[in-house]
């Protein structure tokens, strides 16, 4: 250890408090001032990767975080004096680091950094895409509430995933909100104006630049460099997109009546449920606390749960006065069934789910049909009538084309009714017209005689009874 | 060890100060101990002044010079 030499200071105050040593193979090791009495300073002193130097440099990991970087069991502690004398040289387990000298959860390196790592962050900035892309990121952390540790500080994926989906939606709708606002007076035509919007919503995606799975951390950007094919007049608008989100959505107390009032005036209703809900959604989480900074850690948002009379005033029931009336379509379904027929089968929501070979959608549905009853009369015919039903402009029509008879009445049981007591009516007169009250003669003339054939028999009800 | 540890810190701005002592791990800032600012003027005759590099620069004071009666406390620092 005696024989490292210091590359740089990397915090100070009028003294070393983090310095970088190598040693001779060139690999690297931290030294961080935690402690001193009258003689020596006490230091933790542990060796980093070229990422993990590379990534504190340029603020993508904490101090702790490099201290706790799962590539390591134990830590060394050292007591060096001004004669730089070591002493009390051992090395302490990462789980028995005393508790004072852990550092906070967000303590990151803020000073420029040194010219002498220029080399250094030259040959992990090779991709100039995705290091364009993590500068303008937002860095999204997700924390474990202190009441949800069950799974310590890991997210669950599905939990991940959904995060990922929120954002994107919310930061979606608002470049899609804020391209037409932008736009519309310019470009005029409408379908042209949704096909740009829909080609930029495609480019502006946000793109994942960066991960961490302990506190699930995620740097999310969004593309500046790809364009639509006329991507020059809105180039301006694409660079600037996420940094308006970051002011507009992000950089928001959700918490302030004051901030909730600059929402509503700047939104309508409609978009602000789609580009700030998921936002809501994520900070009310009862399982992870939502923390938000940029990639050079010069903007960093922490939130509060947002009450419900807030979120109310923010996202007010929209009272609707005009009832719309309920759509409906008619749909046939072909059922297997033990054989019997329909008597044999139980039409609920299982037989449906379980038994349905085919299902359509009709306009219209024919139906065949022997048996007709209307206020307590029956009619039972020899074969199945033909009819129909169908459903037209929200009216239900029954009609039996070969009697002429058609019904259409706002219900399907005001139609039904109305059509059966026509129906048996029908035949009621034929047969009096036919005067065939005994067995049907063989010899068929006339189409009344050949409709009073049909009837196998009719039972009259008390109503038709009265009126004879 | 560098000379600029042997020699007494200043900033240009009280906000320089405030924000360079926040930047230091909150254990670097409990082993230093400062908890207040104090403002006052330096000439050349106070000693040797570095350039100034972001905001702060250090003072090697002369043997003579007594900065207690001319720099006040002003604020608290934390």
């Known amino acids: 250890m005696e024989s490292l030499k210091k590359i740089s200071d990397l915090i100070e105050f009028e003294g070393p408090v983090l310095s970088h040593f190598s040693d001779d193979k060139g690999r690297d090791y931290l030294f961080y001032w935690v402690d001193f009495d009258s003689d020596f300073?006490?230091?933790?002193?542990?060796k980093i990767s070229k990422q993990e130097l590379y990534n504190y440099l340029k603020r993508q990991n904490s101090l702790k975080e490099l201290v706790f970087a799962n590539n390591k069991d134990f830590i060394y502690s050292v007591d060096i004096n001004n004669t730089l004398e070591y002493k009390n040289t051992h090395a302490i387990?990462?789980?028995?680091?005393?508790?004072?000298?852990?550092?906070?959860?967000?303590e990151y390196f803020m000073s420029a950094v040194p010219?002498?790592?220029e080399s250094l962050i030259a040959e992990f900035e090779k991709d100039p895409y995705l290091q364009l892309l993590r500068e303008n990121a937002l860095y999204f952390k997700w924390n474990t509430r202190e009441n949800s540790k069950r799974f310590l500080e890991t997210v669950g994926a599905g939990d991940a995933g959904n995060f990922l989906i929120k954002i994107s939606k919310s930061f979606l709708k608002y470049a899609e909100y804020t391209f037409y606002e932008s736009y519309k007076e310019k470009i005029g035509d409408y379908n042209k104006l949704s096909k740009i919007i829909n080609q930029f919503k495609e480019i502006l995606q946000p793109r994942v630049v960066d991960l961490a799975y302990s506190s699930f951390k995620v740097g999310l950007s969004s593309d500046t460099v790809n364009s639509i094919s006329e991507g020059n007049a809105y180039k301006d608008w694409q660079k600037n997109v996420l940094h308006k989100y970051q002011n507009d959505v992000i950089d928001v107390d959700y918490s302030s009546i004051e901030d909730v009032n600059i929402i509503n005036e700047n939104f309508p209703p409609e978009v602000r449920k789609e580009i700030f809900g998921p936002i809501i959604s994520i900070i009310n989480d009862n399982s992870y606390q939502l923390e938000v900074v940029n990639y050079k850690r010069t903007f960093k948002r922490k939130y509060q749960k947002v009450t419900k009379n807030l979120e109310q005033l923010l996202f007010p029931t929209i009272v609707n006065n005009e009832v719309q009336p309920e759509t409906k379509r008619l749909?046939?379904?072909?059922?297997?069934?033990?054989?019997?027929?329909?008597?044999?089968?139980?039409?609920?929501?299982?037989?449906?789910?379980?038994?349905?070979?085919?299902?359509?959608e009709n306009s219209s549905v024919p139906l065949f049909i022997k048996d007709f009853m209307s206020n307590g009369?029956?009619?039972?015919?020899?074969?199945?009538?033909?009819?129909?039903?169908?459903?037209?402009?929200?009216?239900?029509?029954?009609?039996?084309?070969?009697?002429?008879?058609?019904?259409?009445?706002?219900?399907?049981?005001?139609?039904?009714?109305?059509f059966n007591k026509q129906i048996i009516e029908f035949f009621i007169n034929v047969r009096i017209e036919t005067g065939s009250n005994g067995p049907i003669s063989p010899t068929v003339t006339t189409q009344r005689e050949s409709f009073s054939l049909m009837i196998k028999s009719i039972v009259l009800g008390a109503h038709y009874t009265d009126e004879t | 060890m560098k000379c600029g540890y042997c020699a007494l810190s200043f900033f240009t701005s009280k906000d320089a100060a405030i924000n360079k002592y926040k930047s230091l791990p909150t254990r670097a800032q409990s082993l230093i101990g400062y908890n207040h600012i104090a403002e006052g003027e330096l000439t050349d005759n106070d000693g040797v002044i570095s350039e100034i590099h972001n905001d702060h620069f250090n003072l090697f004071e002369y043997i003579s010079t007594d900065l207690k009666e001319r720099f006040v406390l002003t604020s608290q620092l934390i």
Do not use: H, M
């Not at chain 1, 387990?93 to 967000?106: F, G, Q, S, T, W």
């Open chain 1, 93 to 106: 387990d990462l789980d028995e680091l005393v508790k004072a000298y852990i550092p906070e959860e967000n």
């Open chain 1, 41 to 46: 300073n006490r230091w933790l002193v542990w």
């Open chain 1, 377 to 418: 009369s029956a009619l039972e015919l020899r074969e199945a009538l033909q009819c129909n039903l169908s459903l037209i402009d929200r009216k239900y029509r029954v009609e039996c084309p070969s009697l002429l008879i058609t019904v259409e009445e706002d219900t399907y049981k005001e139609a039904w009714d109305i």
């Open chain 1, 115 to 117: 010219l002498i790592y």
């Open chain 1, 331 to 360: 749909y046939t379904f072909i059922i297997e069934a033990p054989e019997g027929g329909s008597n044999n089968v139980r039409f609920n929501k299982k037989t449906l789910q379980e038994n349905t070979l085919f299902s359509q």
